[in-house]
Nanobody
Framework: QVQLVESGGGLVQAGDSLRLSCAAS????????MGWFRQAPGKEREFVAG????????DYGDSVKGRFTINRDNAKNTVYLQMNSLKPEDTAVYYC??????????????????WGQGTQVTVSS
């Protein structure tokens, strides 16, 4: 089992950057594929980015491609989401997720086994 704790959210202006972190407990972090999702008020949870256990494969939602970057540091049990050129429509609660044995990045919520509590990102215009 793994526990996930997100951090790095906050209030920023359009065009700014933020880096989210997700720290995982346990010694087997390197065997988990990781993902970031987000949920805005009144909307369904949306896939943002995913990364394979090795970090060799990544995938992004269409709305963030070219602006967001996911990476991981297995030595620190942490996955990051670098968010650049933020827009007001990026405002949401951002969740980190983990999937055991993930050799690929995964886009569907149901493909993940564990979830963090979320961190709020608010982008003002």
């Amino acid at each position: 089992q793994v526990q996930l704790v997100e951090s790095g959210g906050g209030l920023v202006q359009a065009g700014d950057s933020l880096r989210l972190s997700c720290a995982a407990s346990g010694r087997t972090f390197s065997f988990y594929a990781m993902g970031w999702f987000r949920q805005a008020p009144g909307k369904e949870r949306e896939f943002v980015a995913g990364i394979s256990w090795s970090g060799g494969s990544t995938d992004y939602g269409d709305s963030v491609k070219g602006r967001f970057t996911i990476n991981r540091d297995n030595a620190k049990n942490t996955v990051y989401l670098q968010m650049n050129s933020l827009k007001p429509e990026d405002t949401a609660v951002y969740y980190c997720a983990a999937r055991w044995g993930g050799s690929d990045p995964y886009r569907q919520e149901g493909q993940y086994d564990y979830w963090g509590q979320g961190t709020q990102v608010t982008v003002s215009s």
